[in-house]
């Protein structure tokens, strides 16, 4: 029988798309004794999350709450709780996370029609509208914060364009909530989701999903029940806000986490938060300049907590990213798709978005390529 050593994992400072750093805050919070999932200590706390959950979100949606899982099933219960069999769904395409969308609902089997665009560029208004002119479908789905190229989707007008053909509109908040101004009331969106490890300095594990009385209305008239028991929103709601009733054992450490993570995005205040990820965001991208490196999205469209950079030609991305993480400890992403082996992504997440994580990765960065 081997030895096992003791867990000891390595110190990394975590600047990629994510996961990000977790908040010392939460890290303690985490490690509070733990508490059944009916305890009334801990569903208060459950009624409390809702609410920070609202704010962050900035939303009267009384269904706000957090699934279980990662950013990927608040995508899989927004789309399963509304998707039956031979919906007509407008999905945008504008990278990596968009093709997830239209992926899954196809898998549930709508129709999708996809609004595609070059991945670094934003969907454009007038395609989306023409598609949704065609389709009419039961709800158009896009992503805010496209975290696989740093493309940050304009959402003015949006809402009401969907709305002109009694759609419903879903939105991918993963990778800006607690990042870039995420205003779902007043966007007019339907459903939004997002991960507890990208902007809201936590671990990964829950994921926070909102939708409207029009969504919920959307999903009464179903023909079917939704298929899944475990993401099904009104048996959530049910026992995170209404009379508890047992769905499934809720991690108390993640809940405890989020809702720290959560009370720290209200002590900071959003407008203050969202000004800290642009100022540290820009003090990034002028010295990733001042290495003479390129960035791959035009600054009016960047995200604030996601940078894409492009690889300068000769040099071995792959390489680069492993001497950062070995011998400089710090993680940062590489591309996805087309844009494989063609840019780095790096995060400035939640409580990883601090100006002396960019200072270090600048410095870092600069020795390895020889450019400092
Ligand atoms: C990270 C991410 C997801 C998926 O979240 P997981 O936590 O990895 O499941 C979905 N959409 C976007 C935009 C993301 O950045």
């Known amino acids: 029988m081997t030895d096992f050593a003791e867990l000891n994992p390595p110190q990394r400072l975590l600047l990629g798309p994510g996961p990000s750093p977790v908040h010392p805050q939460v890290q303690r919070a985490m490690a509070a ?36 899982g990662t950013g990927m099933a608040g995508m899989e219960c927004v789309l399963g709780n509304l998707i039956e069999p031979g919906d007509r769904l407008v999905v945008g395409v504008a990278g990596f996370f968009g093709a997830r969308l239209a992926e899954l609902a196809e898998r549930m089997g709508a129709r999708v ?12 208004f007038d395609p989306l509208a023409a598609a949704i002119k065609e389709e009419t479908p039961k709800a158009v789905a896009i992503v805010h914060a496209e975290t696989s190229t740093g493309v940050l989707q304009p959402m003015d007008e949006i809402g009401e364009l969907v709305h002109r053909y009694d759609s419903l509109l879903i939105v991918d908040c993963v990778t800006s909530l607690g990042g870039a101004p995420v205003t779902i009331d007043a ?16 671990p990964s594990g829950l994921a ?28 959530l709601c049910r026992y995170w806000l209404g ?6 054992t809720i991690s108390a450490p993640l809940v405890y ?7 720290l995005v209200k002590e900071e205040g959003l407008v203050d938060r969202w000004a800290r990820h642009r100022s540290n965001a820009e003090l990034l991208w002028n010295g990733l300049e001042r290495l003479g490196l390129e960035l791959h999205v035009p600054r009016v ?5 996601l940078t894409t950079v492009r690889v300068p ?22 591309g996805l798709g087309p844009l494989k082996g063609k840019i780095w992504r790096i995060g400035l997440m939640g409580h990883g978005s601090q100006p002396a994580n960019v200072a270090l990765l600048l410095a870092a960065l600069g020795q390895i390529l020889g450019r400092d």
Do not use: M
């Open 113 to 124: 029609r996809r609004v595609e665009c070059e991945w670094g560029r934003d969907l454009g």
């Open 243 to 248: 009379d508890h009733l047992y769905h499934h």
């Open 208 to 235: 926070p999903v909102t939708v409207s009385e029009r969504f919920r209305n959307a999903v009464k008239k179903r023909t079917t029940p939704v298929h899944s028991f475990y993401l099904d929103l009104e048996l």
């Open 187 to 202: 966007w007019d969106a339907d459903a939004a989701f997002s991960g507890s490890q990208k902007c809201l300095g936590c």
């Open 257 to 263: 986490a989020l809702h720290e993570g959560l009370r």
């Open 33 to 68: 004794p733990s508490l059944g999932h009916l305890d009334p200590e801990l569903l208060r706390l459950l009624s409390e999350t809702s609410e920070l959950l609202r704010y962050a979100f900035q939303t009267k949606n009384e269904l706000t709450l957090a699934v279980s």
């Open 301 to 305: 469209r960047r995200v604030p907590s």
């Open 313 to 334: 030609d000769g040099v071995d991305e792959a390489a680069v990213r492993v001497k950062l993480r070995d011998d400089y400890g710090i993680e940062i992403g590489a």
